[in-house]
């Protein structure tokens, strides 16, 4: 079974670097390849979101949730 790991989540996030000026819906970033299962959808947002959550740290991009259990955007730190 195919799945996503971080460091791939990661190099995903950071293919549409320049094009994060808006926000973004971490979901529009899984591969489309992974849509195909609930499984593959959830490995390719779980791999996305440890990503996004490591390139805030390191103060590359900002995440926002407006409420408990809504979606989850990024955008390129401003």
Same mark, same amino acid.
């Given at each position: 079974?195919?799945?996503?790991?971080? #460091?791939?989540?990661?190099? *995903?996030?950071?293919?549409?670097? %320049?094009?994060? !000026?808006?926000?973004?819906?971490?979901? +529009? @970033?899984?591969?489309? #390849?992974?849509?195909?299962? *609930?499984?593959?959808?959830?490995? %390719?947002?779980? !791999?996305?979101?440890?990503?996004?959550? +490591? @390139?805030?740290?390191?103060?590359?991009?900002?995440?926002?949730?407006?409420?408990?259990?809504?979606?989850?955007?990024?955008?390129?730190?401003?």
């Amino acid at each position: 079974l195919p799945l996503l790991t971080t #460091e791939e989540g990661i190099k *995903r996030i950071r293919t549409f670097v %320049g094009k994060l !000026s808006n926000w973004k819906n971490l979901s +529009e @970033l899984i591969p489309k #390849e992974f849509n195909e299962s *609930r499984v593959l959808k959830k490995s %390719g947002l779980a !791999s996305i979101f440890a990503g996004s959550l +490591e @390139l805030s740290k390191e103060g590359n991009i900002e995440i926002k949730q407006n409420a408990l259990f809504d979606n989850i955007f990024i955008r390129q730190k401003q």
